[in-house]
């Protein structure tokens, strides 16, 4: 599985959030200038994180972003489908595929998200981050 670089940014911001000890909103430049990502594709990122309760947002001079809930309850399934879309399997709809051939390889596939999406579900942010982040 290969992820996007868009979620690829979206696990790094999320981590250095869930390992901020204080509390304090990060900036969406802090966290660009630590992380090497362009700043403005990133806050796209962290508005879309929010919009889906992954991450809270502050306004104003002390403004950035907090987690929005607890580094064990976030997935790596979360970000990605907040990120880009639902993890599904599939094949286009004139693939070509003789009907019958078709139908077991869609369902071939569909079995195969599924089983990615558990695994993606059981990876928590705060088992990432570790016994010297907020997720322990």
């Excluded at 309760?53 to 607890?70: D, V």
């Excluded at 790596?76 to 070509?96: H, M, N, Q, T, Y």
């Amino acid at each position: 599985m290969k992820l996007s670089q868009s979620v690829t940014y979206a696990i790094h911001a999320v981590l250095r959030l869930a390992q901020s000890r204080d509390g304090t909103p990060i900036s969406c430049g802090k966290l660009a200038e630590e992380g090497k990502m362009p700043e403005r594709f990133l806050l796209q990122i962290l508005r879309d994180l929010a919009k889906q309760g992954i991450l809270q947002s502050t306004r104003g001079g002390g403004g950035g972003f907090n987690l929005g809930r607890r580094a064990t309850e976030i997935t790596l399934l979360d970000l990605i489908e907040a990120v880009d879309g639902p993890v599904a399997a599939s094949l286009p709809l004139k693939s070509g595929f003789p009907v019958e051939a078709g139908e077991r390889l869609r369902e071939a596939l569909k079995r195969i998200a599924e089983v990615t999406r558990g695994q993606l579900h059981a990876i928590k942010i705060g088992n990432l981050v570790g016994p010297n982040g907020l997720g322990e």
